[in-house]
């Protein structure tokens, strides 16, 4: 009996120590883009919030993976761990699928403080360098413009070499969401020089909602399907106020 109570001791030792294995569990991955989404963030971010409470209320734990745009984009399509990415717009593609929204972002231009741009439609934007983030979706209109050379754009790598950039007047705009201005000018210790150069321009491009790309497969329309369960069941915009910063004045449109 002694020996047949250790055998059992043992055995529940093992299993207490050994780690948890999640059946359900679900790879997407994303970016550093602080406030929706970051590594560093409580909860990871107001996106991965959203989306790990969407997928938590259908019983499954989310694993998300922080790369470089470009490269969460083409990990996300090309390896059969993800099952897609967060967050973008939504766009006209056969490679994804998007999820119902996930919260809202708007979307606008900044600007040095010295040299504020009045505009109306994108045709006053002619003969203005602005500066872009490399394959990030803008608006429809605006990418097209640039596209056909109606538009002078500069890409960049990240919105804070754009931040930098129209802080010394090398461009005269940049394309950016301003909870990720306001949040970068606070936190970035690179452009805390730039808290009283830059503000946004007065006029919005868009408010664009906010997705789950998911691959255009039957495993990715599968977990599309089931995330949008998962946030019918959850209070989106009442995540999403508890882990945004409110906007200052000058960081308002």
Same mark, same amino acid.
């Given at each position: ?21 999640? $059946? ?7 970016? !550093? ?54 967050? &973008? ?11 119902? $929204? ?8 900044? =600007? ?8 109306? *439609? ?17 608006? !429809? ?8 050379? !109606?538009?002078?754009? &500069?890409?960049?790598? *990240? ?12 461009? =005269? ?22 808290? =009283? ?11 664009? !909602? ?6 255009? *497969? ?13 946030? =019918? ?8 106020? &508890? ?11």
């Amino acid at each position: 009996m002694i020996q047949s109570h250790l055998r059992y001791g043992i055995v529940a030792l093992i299993i207490l120590l050994s780690p948890v294995i999640h $059946a359900n569990t679900v790879h997407l991955t994303s970016l !550093e883009w602080p406030p929706y989404a970051s590594q560093a963030l409580p909860a990871k971010g107001a996106s991965t919030a959203v989306a790990k409470a969407a997928f938590a209320a259908m019983g499954y734990e989310l694993k998300v993976t922080f790369l470089p745009w470009s490269r969460a984009v083409a990990l996300a399509q090309n390896s059969d761990q993800y099952v897609g990415y967060f967050p &973008e717009y939504f766009f006209e593609t056969s490679d994804f699928v998007f999820s119902d $929204a996930i919260g809202q972002g708007p979307l606008g231009f900044v =600007e040095h403080k010295e040299a504020p741009i009045h505009w109306q *439609t994108l045709d006053d934007l002619r003969g203005k360098t602005i500066g872009v983030v490399q394959d990030y979706v803008n608006t !429809e209109a605006f990418d097209d413009k640039v596209a056909n050379n !109606e538009i002078d754009a &500069e890409p960049v790598l *990240t919105d804070v070499q754009n931040i930098m950039k129209v802080a010394h007047k090398r461009i =005269e705009l940049a394309v950016i969401d301003p909870y990720v201005l306001a949040h970068s000018l606070n936190h970035d210790p690179r452009l805390h020089f730039a808290q =009283e150069q830059v503000q946004m321009n007065a006029t919005l491009l868009v408010i664009k !909602e906010l997705h789950v790309a998911f691959n255009n *497969t039957e495993q990715g329309r599968h977990y599309q399907a089931l995330f949008n369960k998962g946030l =019918e069941k959850i209070d989106v915009d009442a995540i999403m106020a &508890e882990h945004m910063p409110s906007l200052s004045d000058h960081d308002s449109p």
